[in-house]
């Protein structure tokens, strides 16, 4: 039984995750919503991206990060040593020019496979997304669409997409955009 359990438990998980990322997207922006995530999907296999993804999965967290809780990630400024750190790395400079570059793109953020920031354009809610579907559903290759929520930084509708970061065809992270609603229906 216990064999059972231990088997039935992840994909139990993955199916959960994977249902959580079907079908959210309103009728009025699924069409251009399809279209735009077929253009990221280019980010899935970005040589920087994915450089940085793997450095990141290959070097041990520092004792910080390692300690790092999405509570007191939550209660940290931008002005704060650890987040600016996050916020200068080369990977972080990366998308926000990429950012940019495309109006649509509202946030944007990469996590490791340990679901903690490699990189993003402005400080996110969570330090690690580890257990979210955002990354889990990523993670297994798939394509995550959140609902449409206003966001808390900016104020405006944006829905979530999460990609793989893929090395090779496998997934060793997660890139998660949020799209500007506004601009999916024009």
């Known amino acids: 039984m216990t064999a059972w359990k231990n088997a039935f438990t992840p ?5 959960i995750c994977v249902s959580a990322g079907l079908g959210q997207a309103p009728p009025e922006i699924k069409v251009k919503l399809d279209a735009k995530i077929k253009q990221l999907a280019a980010f899935s296999t970005d040589s920087e991206i994915v450089k940085e993804v793997k450095a990141h999965n290959a070097a041990p967290a520092s004792a ?3 300690a790092m809780t999405n509570d007191q990630w939550h209660s940290l400024t931008v002005l704060d040593p650890f987040v600016r750190a996050t916020a200068k790395t080369p990977l972080s400079e990366y998308l926000k020019a990429k950012k940019s ?3 649509t793109i509202a946030k944007v953020f990469v996590s ?3 679901g903690s920031k490699v ?3 402005a400080k996110t809610e969570h330090w690690t997304h580890k257990g979210m579907p955002k990354h889990e559903v990523p993670m297994t290759g798939g394509t995550w669409i959140g609902s449409v929520k206003v966001d808390d930084s900016t104020g405006q509708q944006l829905i979530q997409v999460g990609l793989p970061v893929l090395d090779d065809g496998k997934p060793i992270g997660s890139i998660v955009f949020g799209l500007r609603v506004d601009k999916l229906r024009n």
């Open 112 to 114: 490791g496979a340990d």
């Open 119 to 121: 990189g993003f354009d």
């Open 101 to 103: 570059a495309d109006d």
């Open 11 to 15: 994909c139990l998980m993955i199916l």
């Open 64 to 66: 910080e990060a390692a």
